[in-house]
């Protein structure tokens, strides 16, 4: 049976990266692997052994389209107001808390926040199958 490991996403700035994804979810680097052209940057914390794996290409300077094939990344937390409070207070700029309940029944409470390249962030309350 497969094992997901890790998602990767290509970012601009590798101090704002990191910055953000400490701030944000308390993932730090788990391991670096330096190139001649490229890092490779793996971020992770106690919580699950699922990596993000940060891509810097050392001669970018423009900052990547992401077009319109892009999804996002998920997290899940206990508290979700306070997520959301914390995160308004280190000035991350979280989007509103959304209850989706298509049928009339609360299917998951989550809200959205942007990383500094424009990855979207899902941030959902824990419970059902979002544990």
Known sequence: MAK????MIRVLDEARSLAFY???FGLKVAE????ASFT???LSNPETEFELELTVNKDRTEPYDLG????HLAVSVADLAAEHARLTQAGLSPRKIVEFAPDGEVIARFFFVADPDGYQ???LQRGGRYL
């Open 4 to 7: 997901a490991i890790h998602s």
């Open 22 to 24: 400490e701030t944000a």
């Open 32 to 35: 670096r692997l330096d190139f």
């Open 40 to 42: 490779l940057i793996y």
């Open 68 to 71: 319109d094939g892009y999804g």
């Open 121 to 123: 962030i899902e941030v």
